[in-house]
T-cell receptor, first 112, second 112 residues
Framework: NAGVTQTPKFRILKIGQSMTLQCTQD?????MYWYRQDPGMGLKLIYY???????DKGEVPNGYNVSRSTTEDFPLRLELAAPSQTSVYFC???????????FGQGTRLTVV | KQEVTQIPAALSVPEGENLVLNCSFT??????LQWFRQDPGKGLTSLLL?????REQTSGRLNASLDKSSGRSTLYIAASQPGDSATYLC???????????FGTGTRLQVTL
């Protein structure tokens, strides 16, 4: 079982560029999440989805967009990259509410 | 707004010692609490999940307790080993969508 897979692992973007962080899970989980982790800070929730076609904002959604067209995939889109978006991004999934969360290995993004 | 605090921020112990990591949260209306381990440059690995109705969970040398009414959890690690060196994160789940609020972690180093 691959679990939660994120690509790419590392990326450097220039200010104003766009990119999509990919996340896929093979556990047939209903709920998926995107978090960002900044140095010395706890993980913050960006967006989440409780099923295909359903997405909602988390604590820090500005500058990001998501879609959930399938159960397996939950891509995160950055439209106009800014230095403040330099961070490590983690995708996670859970089967349903109240169950164990599984995390991907993260994408380290630097915006210069 | 839920806030999660972890004390201490860093801890260094000699191999073989038993140790306790602390986690506190401000809103006791949680669904569950999870302890994660994070190795440098890696993703999060779930260690223990305690549902709000439970008092403790055990896995091998790890024991996690939960006192929901006082907003506290502890992670007890018995007979520590150098391989236990990592950052330990505590997260509480609120709401039916299992959104996680994280602490900033305790960085543990176990020395020979």
């Amino acid at each position: 079982n691959a679990g939660v897979t994120q690509t790419p692992k590392f990326r450097i973007l220039k200010i104003g560029q766009s990119m999509t962080l990919q996340c896929t899970q093979d556990m047939n989980h209903n709920y998926m999440y995107w978090y960002r982790q900044d140095p010395g800070m706890g993980l913050k929730l960006i967006y989440y989805s409780v099923g295909a076609g359903i997405t909602d904002k988390g604590e820090v959604p500005n500058g990001y967009n998501v879609s959930r067209s399938t159960t397996e995939d939950f891509p995160l889109r950055l439209e106009l990259a800014a230095p403040s978006q330099t961070s490590v991004y983690f995708c996670a999934s859970t089967l349903m509410g109240g169950t164990e969360a599984f995390f991907g290995q993260g994408t380290r993004l630097t915006v210069v | 707004k839920q806030e999660v605090t972890q004390i201490p921020a860093a801890l260094s112990v000699p191999e073989g010692e038993n140790l306790v990591l602390n986690c506190s949260f401000t809103d006791s209306a949680i669904y569950n609490l999870q302890w994660f381990r994070q190795d440098p440059g890696k993703g999060l690995t779930s260690l223990l999940l305690i549902q709000s109705s439970q008092r403790e969970q055990t896995s091998g040398r790890l024991n996690a307790s939960l006192d929901k009414s006082s907003g506290r959890s502890t992670l007890y690690i018995a007979a520590s080993q150098p391989g236990d060196s990592a950052t330990y994160l505590c997260a509480v789940s609120t709401g039916t969508a299992s959104k996680l609020t994280f602490g900033t972690g305790t960085r543990l180093q176990v020395t020979l």
